[in-house]
């Protein structure tokens, strides 16, 4: 492993077992989204804490709408961990709900979950390369008793000198991926040999075309048969795809170095208004 | 690709910090074609410019846009001659010192900008102390807008200024004129940059100490697991059969062969011994003490009991001066002039759990 990756390695499980270790465990959960993130994230829990098995459960916030590559690939992983699975009953539709579907089946599903189960502090794979407001996070970030994020007046953080506390009125998100790139996480999945969903490879896929971009058509869809892949993945309706050559991890790193734009450009949901990150980041989103 | 190197960006409000950020991150191709788009549309509605808003790439809240200033430290990556840089944009007004003093104290080296065509602001001095407090070891001052400077005579006497607020605080630095706008100077930058993060690395890899703050043990099948943070560049990992002094209790304790082979920060050491959370190994000689001399920068008044956190120990604050600090328990430590990394602690308020202020152990004050 080169140095840089071994010190973001490293970081990473710093941060995971100082947290874990110094909290009840039954108040800690890991937000598990199916991507490469979320793979990296369960393989560093697995590292962190070996030879013991993981000590905390994880969580996937469902909202039906996912690829159907991605609910066979969490059916697997659900047999290596302790894995709830929540879906808001509100059921919303992307495609006649708008904005509100990602406000109501993300970020109000993830805060009933929080409460259901009563997690007070929760990881998550995000990173601060995705988004402009991302890169303002801190690893270990408070949120106030509405799961509520303030920007503009966070804790003062000095890594890897973590406060890991929390009260009554607040909770905890903690980022230990924060200072990984796109490529970081290629580089290290390469280097790990994880396993990722098979559709962040190029393969010869039936998709359509619209104006925000290429998509995986339904079956009520004409479409075209493109070879594509997915450099995130969420729900299949807001999940952009792109044409791509790249069949396998070294193609997609090799790719990714000489690609003209950042993997956000395949999401729909930032680019709903301006600023819209930040506003769901301080509405309780991830 | 080599380790990675942390730099922050710091001085007075307006001087250009921003835009210099945006600026290196342009040159070295981590800004993409989406983002370059957005960069553009800002700047031609705002300004008519077809020149990007190279800021823009780097304030990342609704408010930084608006009032067009950093309150908080962005964090950037950027790669440039196989060197992994992580640039921590600091805020330059005074109400968001803390976030600045923050960033110091977990970075390598600091890029100080100054602007070329105005008087050295209150803000400047005091980014230059915080950075001294904190033992950087290089700063590289940029005196900015050079484009804007009508009179270039002016720059001679203001690199002296800036020398004299260097000289005597243990940097080795360097200052010249660069404009983040036109480019002039800009490549400088980066080799600067560059150099510093050579002599950093060397200086990291000369250094043997290794001090191993214990986060916990566990047991299985008979074998004890310890868990930690390296806080120095060499790891614990890879000293097997090597002796190191466990902290409190000054055993000896020789590190297993097995650890080689345990994930990073788990080992295992030859002798059957009990270890706890807050605990330390080290092969360098640490200050066991619960009082010590102390510069703490307080980022909001202290208003009830104070916990005081320190590698992975907690302790309680008894008794606070302006100079010398009592704990309930004993710290693991070194002054900031022996060992940085493991020369301060952040303090925490007892009741709300907010980190409130950074505490420096210092020789006698």
Redesign the interface.
């Known amino acids: 492993m080169?140095?840089?990756?071994?010190?973001?390695?490293?970081e990473a499980?710093?941060v995971i077992?100082?947290i874990c270790?110094?909290n009840r465990l039954s108040e800690i959960v890991v937000f598990y989204s199916i991507g490469k993130d979320s793979s990296v994230l369960l393989h560093l829990f697995k590292?962190?804490f070996?030879?013991?098995p993981i000590p905390v459960r994880f969580m996937h916030i469902d909202t039906g709408w996912k690829f159907k590559e991605m609910y066979a690939f969490r059916d697997k992983i659900a047999k290596q961990i302790d894995l709830i699975v929540y879906k808001n009953p509100a059921c919303l539709n992307p495609y006649t709900d708008g904005p509100r579907y990602t406000d109501v089946m993300k970020t109000q599903a993830l805060k009933q979950a929080l409460q259901k189960y009563n997690f007070k502090i929760a990881f998550g794979g995000s990173r601060?390369?995705e988004?402009?407001?991302?890169?303002?996070e801190r690893v270990v970030s408070?949120r106030d008793a509405e799961n509520k994020w303030n920007?503009?007046n966070?804790?003062?953080?000095?890594?890897?000198?973590y406060?890991t506390?929390?009260?009554d009125q607040?909770s905890l998100r903690v980022f230990p991926l924060?200072?990984w790139?796109e490529i970081d996480i290629w580089e290290y999945i390469k280097h790990e040999n994880i396993e990722v969903v098979p559709l962040y490879f190029a393969h010869e896929r039936h998709v359509v075309r619209n104006q925000s971009g290429l998509y995986i058509a339904t079956e009520n869809d004409t479409g075209e048969i493109k070879k594509v892949r997915f450099r995130t993945l969420g729900c299949y309706p807001l999940t952009g795809a792109v044409l791509s050559e790249a069949e396998t991890i070294d193609e997609v790193i090799n790719e990714l170095k000489h690609?003209?734009?950042?993997e956000?450009?395949t999401r729909v949901i930032d680019y709903d208004t301006?600023?819209s990150m930040?506003k769901k980041k301080i509405n309780g989103y991830f | 690709m080599k380790r990675m190197f942390k730099v922050i960006c710091c001085g007075n409000v307006d001087d250009g910090k921003s835009t210099l950020l945006g600026r290196l991150l342009y040159e070295t191709g981590s800004i993409k074609q989406d983002q370059l788009e957005e960069a553009l549309a800002s700047s031609i509605k705002k300004e008519g410019s077809a020149q990007p808003d190279f800021a823009m790439f780097l304030d990342g809240l609704a408010m930084e846009r608006t009032k067009k200033i950093t309150v908080d430290v962005a964090h950037r990556y950027f790669t440039y001659k196989q060197i992994r840089f992580h640039v921590l944009d600091c805020p330059g007004h005074e109400e968001y010192t803390k976030n600045m003093a923050t960033a110091a104290a977990c970075a390598d080296s600091a890029l100080i900008v100054v602007d070329a065509t105005r008087p050295i602001r209150a803000q400047t001095i005091r980014h230059i102390e915080i950075c001294a407090l904190f033992r950087l070891k290089q700063v590289c001052v940029c005196l900015t807008k050079y484009d804007l400077l009508a009179d270039k005579s002016v720059l001679k006497q203001k690199e002296e200024e800036i020398q004299n607020l260097l000289k005597d605080k243990g940097f080795s630095y360097t200052i010249f004129p660069i404009s983040a706008v036109t480019g002039y100077n800009i490549p400088n930058v980066l080799s600067v940059l560059e150099k510093f993060a050579e002599q950093s690395a060397n200086m990291a890899e000369k250094n043997q100490s290794v001090i191993f703050h214990i986060q916990a043990m566990k047991q299985l099948d008979g074998k004890r697991y310890i868990y930690g943070k390296n806080l120095m560049n060499h790891l614990i990992d890879s000293e097997s059969g090597k002796t190191f002094t466990l902290y409190p209790s000054k055993q000896k304790l020789t590190i297993a062969p097995e650890s080689a082979s345990l994930p990073l920060g788990c080992i295992q050491t030859i002798e059957p011994v009990d270890v706890n959370v807050g605990d330390c190994l080290a092969n360098c000689p640490l200050m066991a003490t619960n009082t010590f001399s102390h510069r703490t920068l307080f980022f909001e008044e202290p208003t009830n009991r104070l916990l005081l956190k320190h590698g992975t120990k907690v302790v309680k604050v008894i008794q606070i001066s302006d100079t010398q600090m009592q704990t309930d328990a004993p710290l693991f430590l070194n002054t900031i002039e022996d060992i940085k990394e493991n020369g301060f602690g952040i303090l925490i308020d007892e009741s709300s759990k907010k980190t409130i202020g950074c505490c420096i152990f210092t020789h006698n004050a």
Do not use: C, G, M
Request: proline share 11%; aromatic share 14%; glycine share 0%.
């Open positions: 080169t140095p840089y990756l071994q010190q973001l390695e490293k499980l710093e077992r100082e270790f110094s590292k962190a070996f030879p013991f601060r390369d988004e402009k407001s991302r890169s303002k408070v920007p503009y966070q804790n003062p953080e000095i890594p890897p000198l406060n506390f929390h009260t607040t924060s200072d790139t690609t003209a734009y950042t956000r450009i301006d600023f930040e």
